[in-house]
């Protein structure tokens, strides 16, 4: 449980340092978050820093057009080149698009397409199940709710510890 709690803070301060615009903060959590789902130190800070330079990208326009699109997948498909993982970070990218365009139910399918895409059909009710829960985290991290929000990603923790996937990442 404690593992779960750790994740749980983790994932939710990087959602809260992208608010407050911390992207050095965003880097070192990411560093942390990465290396307790056991990546290596070295493989760690430089994953970290691209999904610092992701978040810098989707702040830097008012539209996420094609060309940022591409260019986030790119950044995805290097973090999980260095992390070692099969090239599926990408899927988190059609999400976070959607949903910035406040177009929320085809965000929740590809939420949902997110996390069954990092835990396999095998796992298909768990991706179900962790696809709402970021689903309410991020309906709460909306309101700035950061209680609730460490709740819903440790219940997501949870759930994912529970499918015993290899190489998982949340950022």
């Given amino acids: ?37 056991g990546y290596s130190i070295n493989s760690s800070q430089k994953a970290a820093k691209l999904i610092k330079q992701m ?6 326009l008012e539209q996420f057009d ?20 099969k090239f599926n970070a990408k899927e988190e990218i059609k999400w976070w698009k959607v949903f910035r365009d406040k177009n929320y139910l085809l965000g929740a399918f590809f939420l949902f397409t997110d996390q069954l895409s990092k835990l396999g059909f095998k796992n298909l009710f768990s991706a179900l199940k962790t696809a709402k829960e970021l689903y309410h985290a991020g309906i709460e991290h909306k309101k700035k709710n950061w209680k609730l929000v460490r709740q ?16 998982f990442i949340e950022f």
């Fill in 55 to 60: 978040y810098e990208e989707t702040d830097k």
């Fill in 66 to 85: 094609d060309k940022t699109h591409t260019k986030l997948i790119l950044l995805c498909d290097e973090v999980d080149r260095i992390l070692g993982r």
């Fill in 1 to 37: 449980m404690a593992r779960e709690n750790e994740l749980a803070i983790l994932l939710s301060n990087n959602w809260f340092f992208h608010d407050e615009k911390e992207y050095r903060k965003i880097e070192t959590n990411s560093t942390k978050l990465l290396t307790v789902l």
């Fill in 152 to 167: 819903h990603t440790k219940n997501y923790w949870l759930i994912i510890n529970s499918t015993k996937v290899q190489k």
